[in-house]
C-alpha cells in the first residue's frame, strides 16, 4: 500500500500490525510496523507524528541488532 501510494490504508494495517506485534512481543515485528507506520504518516503529511514513529522503530532495531532494519529506518 505504501508503494501504491495508498497511505491511509497503510496508516491502518501499520497500526493494526502494531497492536499484534505488541500482544505477541515480538520486538523485530514491532520496529517493523513502527517504520511502517511513520511512513504512511509521513504520507499522509504527518511529519511529527512520522517521526516519532520512525525513531521508535530505528531505537528497536538498534537494541535488537537489526541491520537490515536499521538501514531501513536510517
Known sequence: MLLARRYSEAQVSAARALRLARLCGQAHYRGVAL????????????????????????????????????????
Do not use: D
Request: net charge neutral; no cysteine.
Open 35 to 74: 517504520n511502517n507506520l511513520g511512513l504512511a504518516l509521513a504520507g499522509l503529511g504527518l511529519t511529527e507524528e512520522a517521526l516519532q514513529r520512525l525513531s521508535e522503530g530505528l531505537s528497536i532495531a538498534t537494541a535488537t541488532g537489526e541491520r537490515r532494519a536499521r538501514a531501513m529506518a536510517g
